[in-house]
C-alpha cells in the first residue's frame, strides 16, 4: 500500500505504462556483429535531422486521488463515529426559530397562572359554601368540590388507563391493532346503548356516531394490517434497545398528569369566583367582577391556554424523542452519539421551542373551536332543537377534519425540526416535499399506526366520559340537579382523559414519524444499513420499491 502514496515502483511509473526510449542521446549500442553496427551508423547520418521535441507525456495523474480499489473501500467504509448528537445532526448557523411564538406561549403561561391564582384564591375563601367533599357543598351555581373531586378521579383513571395500553403495545406488539379495535368498538356502543337507556340521547348519538365511524374503519383497514405491524413492532423494537424512551414516556405522563390536576382546579374555580349569581360570595373577594361575559372570556382563555400547554408537552416530547429514532436510523453502524435524547431535548427547549410553540398554536386553536362545537351541539341537543344540533355537529366534523390535516404535517415536520433545526413553516415545505419526491405519501396514508394509538386514546377518553356521567348520576350535585352542567363536565372528562393518553404515546408515534421522515430524506440507508426492516416492508408492500427507490 505504500506504493500507492509514494509512488509507483520502477516497473509502473505513471500509473504502468512502459518506460519511454531516450531520445536524447546517440543511438544505444548494440554489441555483436561490427558490420551491422557500421552499417546502421550511415543509415543514421543520411536521414535528415529529427526534430527532438519533448517526450510523450504519460496521463495526468491526481496523485491526491486514492486507486480504484481504495475509493471503492472509502465509500464502503462508515463515517467516523459521533460523539454527540449536536455533532452528528449540525445546525451550520443555529439560531432560535420562530421566536415570536415562544414569547407569545410565554405570555399565555405568565397570564394562565395569574388568572389560575386569582380563581384559586376565590374558591379557597369560599370553602364552606362549595364544601370539602362530595356531598357537604351548598353551591347551587355553578361548579363545586364536588367537581374538583371528580377530576380527581378522572386524572387517575387516564393515567392508570393509558399506563396499561402503553404496556400492551409494548407486549403484544402484533395484536395491539386487533386489541385496540375491538376495545374502541365495544365500549363505544355499549356506552351508546346505555346513554340511550339512560335518556341522556344527545351523548347517545354522539357515541353511536363514533362506534360507528371506527367500526367501518376497523374493517376497512384488514388489508394494511400487516405493514402497519412491521413499523408498530420496529418502533417498539427500538425503544425497548434505548429504554430510555419508556422513561421519556413516564415523565411526559406524569407531565400531562400535573397539567391536567392544574387545569382541572382551575377550570373549576373561574366557575366558582366569576359565575353572577347572588348566592355567589365568592363575587366580593377580591380579583375581578362576576358576570356572564367574564366567566365566558375566562373559561376561553384557560381552556386554550392548557391545550396550547398539553400540546407544547406532547411535542416537546416528540422532537426528544425523534433524536433516538434519527439516530438509530442513520448511525446504527458506527454507533450511536452519546446521550441523543438529551441533546434532542436542549435542541427542542432552546432554538426549536418558537417553532413548536408555532405548531402548538395552531391545533390548540382548532381544538378550542371543536370543543366549543361539542359543547354546542350537547346543548342544543338537550333543549330539543335537532337543527341546531346537526349544524354544529357538522362544524365540528370540519374542524376535526383541519385539526387532522395540521396534526399530519406537524408529526413530521417536528421530526425533521428535531434532526435538522429549520423553522416550522420550512420544515413543513420540506417534508411535504420530500414525501412527495420519495413517492412517500402513499407508504405514509397506508400506515395505520398513528390511527390506531389515535382510537386506543379515544377509548380512554370514552371511560374518563363515562365516568363522570355516572359520578353526576350517583352524586347529584347541587349545582347540576337539572342536567345543565353535565355536557360541559363530560366533554372535560373526554378531553382530559384523551390529552393524557396520546402525550403518554408519544414515543410510538414519534417513532415511527422520525423512521418515515429519515426514509424521505435518505432511502439507500434504509436498505444498506438496515437490510432486515427493507426486507420485511418489501414482503408486506411491494410497491415501496417503485416509489421510494424509483
Known amino acids: 500500500m505504500a506504493n500507492n502514496y509514494y509512488g509507483p515502483p520502477p516497473n509502473q511509473q505513471y500509473g504502468g505504462y512502459p518506460p519511454q526510449p531516450n531520445q536524447y542521446g546517440p543511438p544505444p549500442q548494440q554489441y555483436g556483429n561490427p558490420f551491422h553496427d557500421q552499417q546502421q551508423y550511415q543509415m543514421l547520418h543520411q536521414q535528415p535531422p529529427m526534430n527532438y521535441g519533448p517526450p510523450p507525456q504519460p496521463p495526468p495523474q491526481n496523485y491526491n486521488q486514492p486507486p480504484p480499489q481504495q475509493q471503492f473501500d472509502q465509500v464502503q467504509d462508515p463515517p467516523p463515529p459521533y460523539q454527540t448528537f449536536e455533532e452528528k445532526f449540525a445546525v451550520s448557523k443555529p439560531k432560535y426559530q420562530d421566536l415570536w411564538a415562544a414569547i407569545l406561549f410565554l405570555i399565555s403561561f405568565f397570564g394562565l397562572i395569574v388568572v389560575s391564582g386569582i380563581s384559586i384564591n376565590g374558591y379557597r375563601a369560599t370553602t364552606p359554601t362549595n364544601g370539602k367533599g362530595i356531598k357537604d357543598g351548598r353551591n347551587n351555581f355553578g361548579l363545586s368540590t364536588n367537581t374538583v373531586i371528580l377530576f380527581a378521579f378522572i386524572l387517575g383513571l387516564a393515567f392508570v388507563i393509558s399506563t396499561i395500553y402503553f404496556w400492551i403495545a409494548r407486549t403484544f406488539t402484533k395484536k395491539l391493532i386487533y386489541i385496540t379495535g375491538i376495545l374502541n368498538v365495544t365500549i363505544g356502543f355499549a356506552t351508546a346503548v346505555y346513554y340511550f337507556y339512560r335518556k341522556y340521547y344527545s351523548a347517545a348519538v354522539v357515541f353511536l356516531i363514533f362506534a360507528v365511524f371506527y367500526a367501518f374503519c376497523f374493517w376497512s383497514w384488514r388489508p394494511r394490517i400487516p405493514y402497519s405491524v412491521v413499523m408498530l413492532q420496529t418502533a417498539i423494537d427500538v425503544s425497548k434497545r434505548f429504554g430510555h424512551v419508556f422513561r421519556v414516556s413516564a415523565l411526559g405522563g406524569l407531565a400531562a398528569l400535573v397539567a391536567g390536576a392544574w387545569f382541572s382546579v382551575t377550570f373549576v374555580s373561574v366557575y366558582i369566583k366569576f359565575s353572577p349569581s347572588q348566592n355567589n360570595p365568592a363575587c366580593n373577594v377580591k380579583g375581578g367582577n362576576c358576570s356572564s361575559g367574564a366567566l365566558i372570556g375566562i373559561l376561553v382563555f384557560v381552556t386554550f391556554g392548557f391545550y396550547w400547554l398539553s400540546e407544547v408537552i406532547k411535542n416537546v416530547l416528540h422532537v426528544s424523542v425523534s433524536g433516538v429514532y434519527g439516530s438509530w436510523y442513520f448511525c446504527i453502524r458506527t454507533g450511536l452519539p452519546k446521550h441523543p435524547t438529551l441533546g434532542a431535548f ?15 398554536l395552531v391545533v390548540a ?3 378550542l373551536l371543536k370543543q366549543a362545537c361539542s359543547i354546542a351541539q350537547q346543548g342544543e341537543a338537550m333543549d330539543g332543537n335537532i337543527i341546531g344540533c346537526c349544524m354544529f355537529a357538522v362544524l365540528g366534523c370540519i374542524l376535526g377534519c383541519l385539526q387532522w390535516i395540521v396534526e399530519y404535517f406537524n408529526h413530521y415536520a417536528y421530526s425533521y425540526i428535531a434532526l435538522y433545526g429549520d423553522s416550522y413553516v420550512t420544515a413543513a415545505k420540506a417534508t411535504i416535499n420530500l414525501m412527495k419526491d420519495r413517492g412517500m405519501d402513499a407508504l405514509v396514508n397506508d400506515c395505520l399506526v398513528d390511527p390506531v394509538l389515535t382510537m386506543g386514546a379515544v377509548f380512554v377518553g370514552y371511560l374518563c366520559a363515562l365516568l363522570s356521567y355516572l359520578y353526576l348520576q350517583f352524586t347529584n350535585p347541587a349545582y347540576n340537579r337539572d342536567g345543565g352542567f353535565t355536557p360541559v363536565v363530560l366533554a372535560f372528562s373526554f378531553l382530559i382523559g384523551l390529552q393524557i393518553a396520546n402525550i403518554f404515546l408519544v414515543p410510538i408515534k414519534s417513532g415511527v414519524a422520525t423512521i ?20 420485511q416492508i418489501v414482503r408486506v408492500y411491494p410497491d415501496v420499491q417503485q416509489g421510494v427507490m424509483a
Request: with cysteine; proline share 5%.
Open 346 to 360: 436542549k435542541r427542542a427547549m432552546t432554538t426549536s421551542f418558537g417553532s413548536i410553540c408555532f405548531g402548538s
Open 365 to 367: 386553536f382548532i381544538q
Open 516 to 535: 418515515f421522515t429519515c426514509m424521505a430524506h435518505d432511502p439507500e440507508v434504509l436498505r444498506n444499513d438496515h437490510p432486515d426492516l427493507w426486507d
